[in-house]
């Protein structure tokens, strides 16, 4: 059997529970796949899942509303070591990145990070994921009773939803008490898409001149696109945009179809968290920016005059 | 109270990757102790410094040249090292056995690990190293208080950031914004040399690796680099977009 741990956010199925979906169709096991819902007052969520796999398991209580990684790990792994689960599938999500190792120590398991690739080949699963910064994709195989995997948002198209709704079955889990206790939460609600599940995402960096800058050009270009909006470490640390929008080695990682880059020059760091971008568009005054050499399109010039130009030519 | 900072030796991210036989080559290349840990040092240093009683203890394992990146920790203020030494690449999970073993025997109360270190682009061994001690851990901390026992911090979830209390023992992980790590002075960087790193082999940890690395390549995208003036604004901007609509197809 695999397991897949469906993610959900404001009472949908995440984009990466989709993807997940995928990942584990392109697997050789028997007994088929199952999604396992953890939250509170998810019924929706696990119709949603009920679309993308053949039983799906709800653990649907109060002590669920809030994520918490020794919660969560104690209820993957109790359900993954039940079901005698061989695969474990988590999304690369910072939570899932978070909790996941516990479940594999817990399971004495294998963990395989953020991959993206995962190829069964006689009962060794095989994965690619990057390293040093993203610059380096490394070839890892595991072979054992129960392998954990975590795998990168983006890098399997999402499985399109059944018309059969797969069987639902409650669960009761046994759950550990909370110890991290959150005081308090800071959410950024944007009205935009997420950053990692956006196809478009328009990022700005100290080239945008001031935080009015940013707003005016970054986030002008974004609501022209539909998109989703990015930010260098640079501008992050400036106190120009929150942490959350931060793209790069200390940030998010996004592989959008288009990444457009408004006054970035490109460092490493910033690179490592959009250099799989389908498509990378730059625009920037300085023509030997780093960013260039990984451009598709891109114009050397003035975001001021070039951005609102663009906005402009947009909306005709 | 004991503190450990998990150390790891990697390329400096300003250096260029290069790859021969199948793996990363690392000679020849400036090798520094990861940025990520060195906030995990600084932030032991600076719990000490805002009143708490503490040993801290830099811990690397690692072949012979990683006990620069110890040194570097000691000489930032670190009292004492612990390197494990070994050629054998061991990944998150086997690796978090032998920091949990040494953390026991150590009596330690509080370890700093690397959110996602340079090298390895992991995210994996602190929190795996919190579930062999029984720990709760908080991870991407971008701030930290200790108040009596208990850590007063703040990190970043899936969206947006969280205040956070947890009591000791626990594992916090670090993040760029915690902190601005000092650089060693001449002084400290002589004292430093005085100070014990104590050195062990791995067979002691009984650990194998979990993954297999069967090889690493550097895969390139080839991009189109079309590159436009921007000296007319108007007429680049136009040109843009409309190679975005018609030959990329990723724009409406």
Redesign the interface.
């Given at each position: 059997m695999i397991l897949i741990v469906a993610e959900h956010?404001n009472g949908k199925l995440s984009k990466s529970a989709y993807e997940l979906a995928t990942a584990a169709r392109g697997l050789k096991r028997e007994g088929g796949v199952t999604a396992l819902v953890l939250g509170s007052g998810v019924a929706s969520v696990a119709g949603a899942a009920a679309l993308i796999a053949d039983q799906v398991l709800v653990a649907d209580s109060a002590e669920l509303a809030q994520?918490d990684?020794?919660v969560w790990?104690a209820a993957v792994a109790q359900i993954a070591a039940e079901g005698e689960a061989e695969v474990v599938l988590i999304a690369g999500?910072?939570?899932g990145?978070?909790?996941?190792?516990?479940v594999?120590?817990?399971l004495d398991?294998?963990?395989?990070?953020?991959v993206t690739s995962l190829k069964d080949e006689s009962g060794v699963l095989?994965a690619e994921?990057?390293?040093?910064?993203?610059?380096?994709?490394?070839?890892?195989?595991?072979k054992?009773a129960v392998v954990v995997v975590t795998v990168k948002a983006g890098a399997f198209a999402p499985a399109a939803a059944g018309t059969t709704a797969a069987e639902q079955f409650d669960v009761d889990l046994e759950l550990p008490k909370r110890?991290?206790?959150?005081?308090?939460?800071?959410?950024?609600k944007t009205g935009r898409i997420?950053l990692t599940e956006a196809?478009?995402v328009v990022s700005g960096g100290r080239g945008v001149g001031t935080p009015e800058g940013f707003v005016q050009l970054v986030e002008g270009l974004a609501d022209q696109?539909g998109a989703a909006v990015g930010a260098t470490?640079a501008v992050v640390?400036a106190g120009w945009r929150?942490?959350?929008e931060q793209v790069g080695?200390?940030g998010k990682t996004v592989q959008p179809?288009?990444y457009i880059a408004v006054g970035i020059s490109g460092a490493?760091?910033h690179l490592s968290g959009m250099?799989?971008s389908?498509?990378?568009?730059?625009?920037n005054k300085d023509?030997d920016a780093p960013i260039?050499?990984?451009?598709?399109?891109?114009?050397?010039?003035?975001v001021k005059?070039?951005?609102p130009?663009?906005i402009?030519?947009?909306r005709k | 109270m004991r503190i450990l900072t998990l150390i790891r030796q990697v390329?400096d991210?300003?250096e260029s990757?290069r790859?021969r036989n199948g793996v990363?080559e690392l000679e020849g290349s400036k090798l520094v102790m990861d940025t990520?840990d060195e906030y995990g040092v600084e932030e032991a240093l600076r719990l000490r410094e805002s009143g708490a009683e503490a040993e801290i203890v830099a811990v690397a394992v690692g072949p012979a040249r990683a006990e620069e990146a110890v040194r570097t920790a000691l000489a930032m203020g670190a009292d004492r090292g612990i390197h494990v030494v070994t050629d054998v690449t061991l990944?998150?999970?086997a690796l978090?056995s032998v920091m949990a073993q040494i953390a026991k025997a150590e009596g330690a109360e509080l370890i700093f690990c690397g959110?996602?270190e340079?090298?390895?682009?992991?995210?994996?061994?602190?929190?795996?190293t919190?579930?062999?001690l029984g720990w709760?851990?908080?991870?991407?901390t971008?701030a930290l208080e200790l108040k009596g026992t208990t850590l007063v911090g703040k990190h970043?979830?899936?969206?947006?950031?969280?205040?956070?209390?947890?009591?000791l023992p626990a594992v916090v992980t670090t993040?760029?914004?915690l902190n601005e790590p000092r650089y060693p002075t001449l002084p400290n960087i002589m004292k430093s040399k005085k100070k014990e790193i104590r050195k062990e082999t791995l067979e002691n940890y009984g650990v194998a690796a979990?993954?297999?690395?069967?090889?690493?390549?550097?895969?390139v995208?080839e991009?189109?680099?079309?590159?436009?003036?921007?000296?007319d604004?108007?007429g680049?901007?136009?040109q843009?977009?409309k190679?975005?609509r018609e030959d990329?197809g990723?724009?409406?």
């Amino acid at each position: 059997m695999i397991l897949i741990v469906a993610e959900h956010a404001n009472g949908k199925l995440s984009k990466s529970a989709y993807e997940l979906a995928t990942a584990a169709r392109g697997l050789k096991r028997e007994g088929g796949v199952t999604a396992l819902v953890l939250g509170s007052g998810v019924a929706s969520v696990a119709g949603a899942a009920a679309l993308i796999a053949d039983q799906v398991l709800v653990a649907d209580s109060a002590e669920l509303a809030q994520y918490d990684a020794e919660v969560w790990s104690a209820a993957v792994a109790q359900i993954a070591a039940e079901g005698e689960a061989e695969v474990v599938l988590i999304a690369g999500s910072r939570s899932g990145r978070e909790y996941s190792p516990r479940v594999a120590v817990k399971l004495d398991a294998p963990l395989l990070e953020d991959v993206t690739s995962l190829k069964d080949e006689s009962g060794v699963l095989h994965a690619e994921h990057y390293t040093f910064l993203t610059r380096v994709t490394e070839r890892v195989e595991a072979k054992a009773a129960v392998v954990v995997v975590t795998v990168k948002a983006g890098a399997f198209a999402p499985a399109a939803a059944g018309t059969t709704a797969a069987e639902q079955f409650d669960v009761d889990l046994e759950l550990p008490k909370r110890r991290l206790v959150v005081t308090g939460s800071t959410k950024e609600k944007t009205g935009r898409i997420a950053l990692t599940e956006a196809d478009i995402v328009v990022s700005g960096g100290r080239g945008v001149g001031t935080p009015e800058g940013f707003v005016q050009l970054v986030e002008g270009l974004a609501d022209q696109l539909g998109a989703a909006v990015g930010a260098t470490r640079a501008v992050v640390d400036a106190g120009w945009r929150p942490y959350s929008e931060q793209v790069g080695q200390t940030g998010k990682t996004v592989q959008p179809k288009v990444y457009i880059a408004v006054g970035i020059s490109g460092a490493v760091q910033h690179l490592s968290g959009m250099n799989k971008s389908k498509c990378i568009v730059a625009i920037n005054k300085d023509g030997d920016a780093p960013i260039f050499k990984i451009a598709d399109y891109g114009i050397v010039g003035d975001v001021k005059e070039i951005v609102p130009a663009m906005i402009q030519e947009l909306r005709k | 109270m004991r503190i450990l900072t998990l150390i790891r030796q990697v390329l400096d991210a300003e250096e260029s990757v290069r790859v021969r036989n199948g793996v990363v080559e690392l000679e020849g290349s400036k090798l520094v102790m990861d940025t990520m840990d060195e906030y995990g040092v600084e932030e032991a240093l600076r719990l000490r410094e805002s009143g708490a009683e503490a040993e801290i203890v830099a811990v690397a394992v690692g072949p012979a040249r990683a006990e620069e990146a110890v040194r570097t920790a000691l000489a930032m203020g670190a009292d004492r090292g612990i390197h494990v030494v070994t050629d054998v690449t061991l990944d998150a999970i086997a690796l978090s056995s032998v920091m949990a073993q040494i953390a026991k025997a150590e009596g330690a109360e509080l370890i700093f690990c690397g959110g996602q270190e340079a090298d390895w682009d992991s995210q994996a061994l602190g929190a795996a190293t919190a579930e062999r001690l029984g720990w709760p851990q908080a991870t991407w901390t971008s701030a930290l208080e200790l108040k009596g026992t208990t850590l007063v911090g703040k990190h970043e979830a899936d969206e947006g950031s969280e205040s956070f209390e947890v009591a000791l023992p626990a594992v916090v992980t670090t993040q760029q914004g915690l902190n601005e790590p000092r650089y060693p002075t001449l002084p400290n960087i002589m004292k430093s040399k005085k100070k014990e790193i104590r050195k062990e082999t791995l067979e002691n940890y009984g650990v194998a690796a979990k993954v297999k690395v069967n090889g690493v390549e550097i895969q390139v995208k080839e991009r189109l680099k079309k590159i436009l003036d921007g000296k007319d604004a108007a007429g680049a901007a136009a040109q843009l977009v409309k190679m975005l609509r018609e030959d990329a197809g990723v724009i409406g």
